[in-house]
């Protein structure tokens, strides 16, 4: 079973910055895409990046043009870069592993999930 540990989450003022890191401890790391989901008060949690195992990616309409998400396969880390953070970024972000090389499950579909790391984006 894959342990997700997330981390780098913070309070940052509006149009600041954050990079998050997930660190996978799974020997299939660079076989299987990887994203970020997302989970803020009183919200289901919805999906927000990912990354093929050859380097696609795909974002959530609402963070295109301001995340980048990347990932580090000798290390077993995948990574969030956040720019111009907004209040609604204000969430829990969790990583989590593709079905297969190129596709993430539903959220929903997931039976783990890491502790995530918190992100709070002031008004």
């Known amino acids: 079973q894959v342990q997700l540990v997330e981390s780098g989450g913070g309070l940052v003022q509006a149009g600041g910055s954050l990079r998050l890191s997930c660190a996978a401890s799974?020997?299939?790391?660079?076989?299987?895409?990887m994203g970020w989901f997302r989970q803020a008060p009183g919200k289901e949690r919805e999906f927000v990046a990912a990354?093929?195992?050859?380097?696609?990616?795909i974002y959530a309409s609402s963070v295109k043009g301001r995340f980048t998400i990347a990932r580090d396969n000798a290390k077993n880390t995948l990574y969030l870069q956040m720019d111009s953070l907004k209040p609604e970024d204000t969430a829990v972000y969790y990583c989590?592993?593709?079905?297969?090389?190129?596709?993430?499950?539903?959220?929903?579909?997931?039976?783990?999930w890491g502790q995530g790391t918190q992100v709070t984006v002031a008004s």
């Open positions: 989590q592993q593709g079905r297969n090389r190129v596709a993430m499950r539903p959220a929903g579909e997931y039976g783990y």
């Open positions: 799974d020997r299939t790391f660079s076989n299987v895409a």
């Open positions: 990354v093929t195992w050859n380097g696609s990616t």
